[in-house]
């Protein structure tokens, strides 16, 4: 059974930035897709951004230019640099796997759905 655990939330002022890190255990897919969803409170989950085995990503168009999603194999820890911090990056973030790719996806996840998720560590930017 595998495992995620982020880490790296916390309160910033607008414009801040913040670097969230999900530690990953146990085996999942032989080929996967790792990224990141937020939820604001009251609302769904939605994509942030994902990367996949080949180290192609996919990012939702209100991150583009100021998030960057990259992974460490070795270390089994995937990373969410936040920059340029908004108030409505505030939510809970959380770390999840999928298998396939990227590939064909615009919109800050993978092809298919996520099997694994994290218990999700929360960011509060304020203005």
């Known amino acids: 059974q595998a495992h995620l655990v982020e880490s790296g939330g916390g309160s910033v002022q607008a414009g801040g930035s913040l670097t969230l890190t999900c530690a990953i255990s146990?085996?999942?897919?032989?080929?996967?897709?790792m990224g990141w969803f937020r939820q604001v409170s009251g609302e769904e989950r939605e994509g942030v951004a994902a990367?996949?085995?080949?180290?192609?990503?996919s990012y939702a168009d209100f991150v583009k230019g100021r998030f960057t999603v990259s992974q460490d194999h070795a270390k089994a820890t995937l990373y969410l640099q936040m920059n340029n911090l908004q108030p409505e990056d505030t939510g809970t973030y959380y770390c999840?796997?999928?298998?396939?790719?990227?590939?064909?996806?615009?919109?800050?996840?993978?092809?298919?759905?996520?099997?694994?998720w994290g218990q999700g560590t929360q960011v509060t930017v304020s203005s």
């Open positions: 999840a796997a999928s298998p396939g790719t990227t590939r064909g996806t615009d919109a800050g996840w993978c092809e298919n759905s996520a099997g694994y």
């Open positions: 146990g085996s999942m897919y032989s080929r996967q897709c």
């Open positions: 990367i996949d085995d080949d180290g192609s990503t």
